[in-house]
C-alpha cells in the first residue's frame, strides 16, 4: 500500500513546482499595479523562480544521490512553501524577488529527486506508466499555470487579488510533505564526494545564462546581457572540458557515451524550446493585441490543457506499441496546430474554430510529454540514473527561457500589425516542432527496450533503501 501512495506524493509536488514557473505571468500587471514595481522588478520577480530553479538541478541530483533522495526531497518541499508563504505576504517589490528566488532554490531541490525516486521506489514492470504520468504532469502543470492565473486574479477570491496564485500551491505542496513519511528512506554512499568546483561553475553557468535570456528583451538587449551570456558560454564550456578529470564529477561520464540519453536530453530541450513559449505568446497575442481580460484569455486556452490531460492518459500505451514515433508524430501535430492558428486568432468568427485546432495540439503536447521520459530514461544505465534526474529537467528549463526570450523576439519585432507579428511567432514554433520531430526520428533505431533490471539491480547503485 505505502508503495503505492510513493507516486502520488512526488506527482503533487512537481505539479505545484511547475505550476509555479507560469502562473505568476498573468498576474505580473496587478503586481506592477499593487506594489509599485517597474518593469525590471517585475521581469525578477517572473524570472527569479527560474533563475534559482535552473541553477540547482543538477547540484541537488547529486546531493541527492550523496545524502539520500528522501532528505533533498522534503527539505527542498520545506523550502518551496516557506518561499510560496512569504511571495504571497510580500510588501514590496524587493521582498517578493527574493520570495521567489527560494520558492526556485526549493524546486530545484525537489525536482531531481522525483525521478530517482520514481526509479527506486516503482517495480520495473509499472515504472514506463509511472514516468509517463511523470511526464504529463510536467506538461498539465505547465499549461494549467496561467489558466489558474487568470481565474484567480479574474475571481479576486477572499481580496487576495494576484496574492492568491502564490498560495494556490501551498496546500499541494503541504499534502506533498505530510505523504512524504511513504518515501523510500535512502542513505547515499559514504565515500561519494559532491564536486564542489563544478557546483560552483554549473550554478555561475546556468545563473549567467538564464538571467539575461529573462531580463534581455525588456531591457532592450544592453551591453551587460551579451557580456552575461559570453561569461555563461566560458564558464560551463569550462565545466565540460574539466568534467572528465574530477573524481567525482557533478555530471556521470556515462552520460555522455550513451547516445540515447544524450539525444533524449536534446530532444527535451528543443521541445521545450516551444512549448512555454507557444502558451506565452497565446497570451500575450489575446491580452495586448485582441484586448481581452485575464479570465477571457485563460478561457480561450482551456482547450489545449483540458485535450493535454486526454492525450496523456492513451500515451504509455502508444508508446509501448509504436516507441518514438508517438514522439514524431505529436511534434508533427503541434506545428501543424501553430501554423494553422496564425490566420485563425485575429479574427471573431477565427477565434471559435481555433478552438478545436487548440484542443488537437493539446492532444498532441499531452501524448508527447507523457511519453518522452519513459522513452529516454528506458536505456539509461543505473550508474548515469542520477545526472539524468538532474539534466532532464535543467534543459527543459533551459530550453523554456532560451524559447521563450527568441519568441518574443519574433513576435515584437518589426511587422505590418499585430496579426502579421502572431504569424511570425507561430512560424518559429512550427520550426521549432518540426525540428523535434527530426530529433525524435535519431531515436527510432534504437526503441526496443533493454531488458528491466531486478529491483535487486535496482537499488544496487549509490543508494541503498534501509529496511522499515
Known amino acids: 500500500m505505502r508503495e503505492r501512495l510513493v507516486l502520488p506524493v512526488v506527482l503533487s509536488a512537481t505539479f505545484a513546482q511547475l505550476l509555479n514557473v507560469t502562473v505568476a505571468q498573468i498576474a505580473a500587471p496587478a503586481i506592477r499595479a499593487d506594489l509599485g514595481a517597474g518593469s525590471g522588478a517585475v521581469q525578477l520577480i517572473l524570472a527569479g523562480y527560474t533563475l534559482a530553479y535552473a541553477c540547482l538541478l543538477i547540484t541537488a541530483a547529486r546531493l541527492?544521490?550523496?545524502?539520500?533522495?528522501?532528505?533533498?526531497?522534503?527539505?527542498?518541499?520545506?523550502?518551496?512553501?516557506?518561499?510560496?508563504?512569504?511571495?504571497?505576504?510580500?510588501?514590496?517589490?524587493?521582498?517578493?524577488?527574493?520570495?521567489?528566488?527560494?520558492?526556485?532554490?526549493?524546486?530545484?531541490?525537489?525536482?531531481?529527486?522525483?525521478?530517482?525516486?520514481?526509479?527506486?521506489?516503482?517495480?520495473?514492470?509499472?515504472?514506463?506508466r509511472a514516468l509517463g504520468l511523470f511526464g504529463a504532469t510536467m506538461g498539465v502543470a505547465s499549461l494549467a499555470g496561467p489558466l489558474i492565473g487568470g481565474l484567480l486574479v479574474g475571481a479576486d477570491p477572499f481580496g487576495l487579488g494576484w496574492r492568491s496564485v502564490f498560495l494556490v500551491t501551498v496546500p499541494v505542496a503541504l499534502v506533498s510533505l505530510a505523504g512524504a513519511t511513504v518515501l523510500p528512506r535512502t542513505r547515499g554512499a559514504a565515500g561519494q564526494r559532491v564536486d564542489g568546483v563544478g557546483v560552483l561553475l554549473t550554478t555561475v553557468g546556468f545563473g549567467a545564462l538564464?538571467?539575461?535570456?529573462?531580463?534581455?528583451?525588456?531591457a532592450g538587449w544592453p551591453w551587460w546581457t551579451w557580456a552575461t551570456l559570453a561569461v555563461s558560454v566560458a564558464v560551463l564550456g569550462c565545466f565540460a572540458l574539466t568534467?572528465?578529470?574530477?573524481?567525482?564529477p557533478l555530471v556521470h561520464p556515462s552520460l555522455f557515451r550513451d547516445r540515447r540519453a544524450r539525444a533524449g536530453v536534446l530532444l527535451v530541450f528543443v521541445f521545450n524550446a516551444g512549448v512555454p513559449s507557444f502558451t506565452y505568446l497565446l497570451f500575450l497575442h489575446l491580452q495586448s493585441a485582441i484586448g481581452y481580460p485575464a479570465l477571457t484569455a485563460a478561457l480561450t486556452s482551456a482547450p489545449f490543457a483540458a485535450a493535454a490531460?486526454?492525450?496523456?492518459?492513451?500515451?504509455?500505451?502508444?508508446?509501448?506499441?509504436?516507441?518514438?514515433?508517438?514522439?514524431?508524430?505529436?511534434?508533427?501535430?503541434?506545428?501543424?496546430?501553430?501554423?494553422?492558428?496564425?490566420?485563425?486568432?485575429?479574427?471573431?468568427?477565427?477565434?471559435?474554430?481555433?478552438?478545436?485546432?487548440?484542443?488537437?495540439?493539446?492532444?498532441?503536447?499531452?501524448?508527447?510529454?507523457?511519453?518522452?521520459?519513459?522513452?529516454?530514461?528506458?536505456?539509461?544505465?543505473?550508474?548515469?540514473?542520477?545526472?539524468?534526474?538532474g539534466l532532464l529537467p535543467t534543459a527543459q528549463q533551459l530550453g523554456g527561457s532560451i524559447g521563450v526570450a527568441a519568441a518574443g523576439l519574433v513576435y515584437l519585432a518589426p511587422a505590418a500589425g499585430p496579426g502579421a507579428a502572431f504569424r511570425h511567432a507561430m512560424l518559429y514554433e512550427a520550426a521549432v516542432f518540426t525540428v523535434t520531430a527530426l530529433i525524435s526520428l535519431r531515436m527510432r533505431d534504437r526503441d526496443r527496450p533493454a531488458a528491466p533490471r531486478t529491483d535487486a539491480a535496482r537499488t544496487a547503485g549509490p543508494l541503498r533503501t534501509r529496511g522499515s
Do not use: K, M, N
Not at 520570495?99 to 530545484?108: D, E, K, M, T
Not at 516507441?323 to 490566420?343: E, H
Open 309 to 389: 490531460v486526454l492525450g496523456s492518459r492513451g500515451a504509455p500505451a502508444l508508446a509501448r506499441r509504436h516507441g518514438s514515433a508517438v514522439l514524431t508524430v505529436s511534434a508533427l501535430v503541434l506545428a501543424a496546430t501553430a501554423l494553422a492558428l496564425a490566420p485563425l486568432i485575429g479574427t471573431a468568427a477565427g477565434r471559435w474554430a481555433a478552438l478545436p485546432v487548440l484542443a488537437l495540439g493539446g492532444a498532441a503536447f499531452g501524448s508527447f510529454t507523457a511519453s518522452v521520459f519513459a522513452l529516454v530514461l528506458a536505456r539509461v544505465d543505473g550508474s548515469a540514473a542520477g545526472s539524468v534526474s
Open 243 to 248: 568534467l572528465p578529470h574530477r573524481p567525482d
Open 210 to 218: 538564464v538571467l539575461p535570456l529573462a531580463l534581455g528583451r525588456e
Open 64 to 128: 541527492g544521490d550523496r545524502y539520500g533522495y528522501h532528505r533533498l526531497f522534503v527539505l527542498g518541499t520545506v523550502v518551496f512553501t516557506a518561499g510560496s508563504v512569504a511571495a504571497a505576504c510580500a510588501p514590496d517589490a524587493a521582498f517578493l524577488i527574493v520570495a521567489r528566488l527560494v520558492q526556485g532554490a526549493g524546486s530545484g531541490l525537489v525536482a531531481p529527486q522525483v525521478l530517482s525516486i520514481i526509479q527506486v521506489a516503482v517495480p520495473a514492470a509499472r515504472r514506463p
